[in-house]
């Protein structure tokens, strides 16, 4: 059975634009009322080590004003950790992070890492806060965030947003396999990265997969027809695949 489909809308890059300039325009608390309004399901923020978009003072604003579930991005670093305790979002995603990306390059190796992720999840689902690992589509590392206890994986389709053809497919049938493996173990899929209203519907449709997570190609789409329409075209094109 194919349930429900979320959006999350990432905002970061509405951060990026205010940060530019140093003021306090645009406000990416303001974007995710509006992604809210039309139709996100919920608003994904990443912190990053060097706050390079997202603010401490943004996850606080984000955290008082917003009636749909927060998801905080983070490394599993005990700085990030002890935010998100004092912050209690609806969900933290654990990410790779390296100062020198330009953004998340590749999934976090929860299978090499999984005695140094292990303490960081206990502490945030002792705080009922719902942790998901951003991991490649890979069965090693499903494997891991079974043992790992995960309630939620979230797959990055960072490879499959960047290939063509028959390259393209293969990735789209490894995402569907790795799906099917996390739901079949008791895991909530997600995906998320590079998805675009192009390259959205075949993600969307694989029956397991509960939530994506967009946020770069909204936020400049937004620049050509409006943060409002860009989300609900988003909004749509997904439903259109239930
Ligand atoms: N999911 C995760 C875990 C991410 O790190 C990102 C990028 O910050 C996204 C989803 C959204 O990716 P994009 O901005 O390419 O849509």
Redesign the pocket.
């Known amino acids: 059975m194919t349930g429900a489909l979320r959006l999350g809308v990432?905002i970061?890059h509405v951060a990026t634009i205010r940060n530019a300039r140093g003021g306090d325009h645009p406000d990416p608390v303001k974007a995710a009322l509006i992604a809210a309004q039309a139709g996100a399901d919920g608003i994904?923020a990443?912190l990053r080590e060097d706050r390079r978009h997202i603010r401490d003072d943004d996850i606080a604003a984000l955290t008082a004003q917003l009636t749909i579930p927060l998801n905080l991005?983070m490394a599993a670093t005990e700085e990030m950790l002890e935010i998100a305790l004092r912050h209690r979002p609806h969900a933290a995603?654990i990410?790779p992070e390296r100062r020198e990306e330009r953004?998340?390059e590749g999934g976090l190796d929860a299978a090499g890492q999984d005695n140094h992720l292990m303490p960081f999840i206990e502490r945030l689902a002792g705080a009922n806060i719902r942790v998901s690992l951003?991991i490649e589509p890979d069965p090693r590392q499903v494997d891991a965030a079974i043992r790992l206890k995960a309630p939620v994986v979230?797959f990055h389709t960072g490879r499959y947003a960047h290939l063509e053809g028959e390259a393209r497919a293969a990735e789209l049938r490894r995402i569907a396999d790795a799906a099917a493996l996390a739901a079949k173990n008791g895991i909530e899929p997600h995906a998320?990265?590079?998805?675009t209203f192009d390259n959205v519907q075949p993600i969307a449709a694989i029956p397991q997969i509960r939530e994506l997570?967009?946020?770069?190609?909204l936020v400049g789409e937004a620049i050509f027809c409006g943060l409002e329409e860009s989300v609900a075209r988003m909004r749509r094109l997904m439903d259109e695949t239930r």
């Open positions: 990432n970061d994904t990443h991005e995603c990410v953004t998340t951003f979230e998320g990265h590079g998805l997570n967009i946020g770069h190609f």
